[in-house]
């Protein structure tokens, strides 16, 4: 089985003072652990590094070191894959994203687009609008 995590659950790992902050870091340190396969995509990735480092968004946020390091301890482990877009991704996106191609929802259809072309079926989120692509099984980790 593989799976990949949304830029929220990485966030709130690495955010102490959100109230979600143990069981995202639980969550992450058991995917850490292995053995299942799993898929770190970039724009999740760069969605961590965007938000864990913005002082309008986090109370205490990370340094740009700091952030980089917890992304190359996570990417350094051997169970752990960071594609990026493959060939005909274009098509691969557009019909994930169906009507879905537009304004905030784009990033979401991104990310669904590149786990269908990785086969990768589970999104451990709290964004809801990931149910709205087919194949895709977002899991809420603290519901």
Do not use: K
């Not at 493959?86 to 019909?95: I, K, P, Q, S, T």
């Amino acid at each position: 089985m593989s799976a990949t995590v949304d830029a929220n659950l990485l966030v709130y790992a690495s955010n102490e003072a959100d109230p979600a902050h143990a069981p995202a870091r639980a969550l992450i340190e058991r995917l850490a652990a292995g053995p299942d396969l799993v898929y770190l995509f970039w724009p999740a990735l760069m969605g961590y590094l965007r938000i864990v480092t913005h002082p309008a968004i986090l109370p205490r946020p990370l340094s740009p070191e700091q952030a980089i390091v917890n992304v190359d301890a996570l990417l350094s482990l051997g169970h752990v894959r960071a594609p990026g877009e493959g060939d005909a991704f274009w098509d691969v996106f557009r019909v994930t994203a169906g009507d879905h191609a537009g304004g905030n929802l784009v990033p979401d259809a991104h990310l669904a687009a590149l786990m269908r072309q990785y086969g990768v079926t589970t999104i451990y989120t709290r964004d809801r609008d990931f149910r709205r692509f087919d194949g895709i099984q977002a899991q809420d980790p603290f519901a």
